[in-house]
């Protein structure tokens, strides 16, 4: 990775990169689980935090880089991803971060983010997802569930919800994965894969919205209920999920579909294997679109994780070949080349 650090000169610890801003989310709200979990693993990151710049948009999970005792820029509704690429671009050197929210990013941000996932920009965008907009108190937002009764959508909404990690793939994002607030393990492993991937990596983080949307995720957290309806995804191991472990995800002529092992007709041969590095997204896209089907499991994890050139890096690389040909130009012979006249 670049800007390795002397591990002699400075050991991180995870209060090494807490602010002294006063934390202003609700109280019970899964951002403080978030911000948690990304301070204890900054100290894994190899990056001196001078080095480390978070880049928001609007919204309560935009506050994030007023909490981290880093460089940051709070900026406007749904252009963080541009300014974010616009920052990588100048200064490949930086370790850029970006939060925002599914209102901040689907929405007003989505032109953005579909072309940062197209290009490949080396970002790490945290998306936090609580299918409600909570910094304007409770509307619908592009990822709420058909007939979602809020204060702009009373009889029920009639949208089509967003499925972030599936519209990531469409763009050909080379990491995309998924993780849960209250799971700090879990979420911890893939913001450490997602640190380590060169190019951008999205993670879509569900996170409790306890004022207008409490209870969003109670099934994929519950005890009782979570291992029946959480598929999580390793590299190289088969999709089994279950209280008993006994149930497989089968992929075949006919499509996807779930398998009880305990049927003897069944066996784990027939479960389907995960593949993080699988260049084709097929697999992955068909994971990313069990997500609204209730007859199957969620998937958390990474959906897929490939490498690709960065954009920042051929722009490098572009920038290079140029000055070598043509020389350092000067700001006065750019402002007076090409269609120029005098009036």
Not at 287 to 295: E, I, K, W
Not at 307 to 314: I, L, V
Request: aromatic share 10%; proline share 4%; hydrophobic share 35%.
């Amino acid at each position: 990775m670049e800007n390795n650090i002397d591990v002699e000169e400075v050991k991180y610890k995870a209060k090494d990169f807490a602010s002294d801003q006063d934390v202003r989310w609700c109280p019970g709200c899964g951002d403080y689980s978030v911000l948690a979990q990304v301070q204890r693993v900054f100290p894994e990151i190899g990056v001196k935090k001078e080095d480390i710049a978070w880049i928001s948009g609007i919204g309560c999970s935009s506050r994030f880089p007023y909490y981290m005792s880093t460089y940051g820029f709070h900026s406007i509704h749904g252009r963080a991803l541009a300014i974010a690429t616009g920052l990588k671009t100048a200064r490949p050197d930086l370790s850029v971060w970006v939060a925002t929210g599914d209102g901040d990013n689907m929405s007003i941000g989505g032109n953005h983010f579909i072309h940062t996932c197209r290009k490949n920009v080396d970002l790490n965008v945290l998306m936090f997802n609580n299918q409600i907009y909570g910094l304007t108190k409770g509307q619908y937002s592009p990822t709420s569930e058909e007939g979602k009764v809020t204060k702009s959508s009373p009889y029920g909404s009639v949208d089509h919800p967003f499925n972030p990690p599936s519209l990531a793939l469409g763009a050909e994002a080379t990491f995309v994965a998924r993780a849960i607030d209250t799971n700090a393990k879990h979420l911890q492993e893939v913001l450490k894969k997602a640190m380590q991937h060169k190019g951008t990596s999205f993670v879509e983080i569900y996170q409790n919205c306890n004022i207008f949307n409490d209870g969003a995720f109670d099934e994929l957290k519950d005890k009782e209920t979570k291992l029946d309806h959480l598929l999580t995804l390793e590299d190289g191991q088969p999709m089994i999920f279950g209280k008993n472990s006994d149930k497989g995800i089968k992929f075949d002529c006919d499509g996807i579909s779930v398998i009880d092992l305990n049927d003897k007709n069944n066996s784990i041969e027939d479960v389907m294997i995960h593949r993080e590095t699988d260049i084709n997204p097929m697999r992955a896209f068909i994971l990313a679109n069990m997500t609204y089907d209730h007859s199957m499991p969620t998937p958390v994890g990474v959906f897929r994780r490939v490498q690709k050139s960065t954009y920042d890096e051929s722009v490098k690389v572009q920038l290079e070949k140029v000055t070598a040909k043509k020389g350092v130009g000067t700001l006065q012979n750019l402002l007076y080349s090409g269609n120029t006249w005098e009036v």
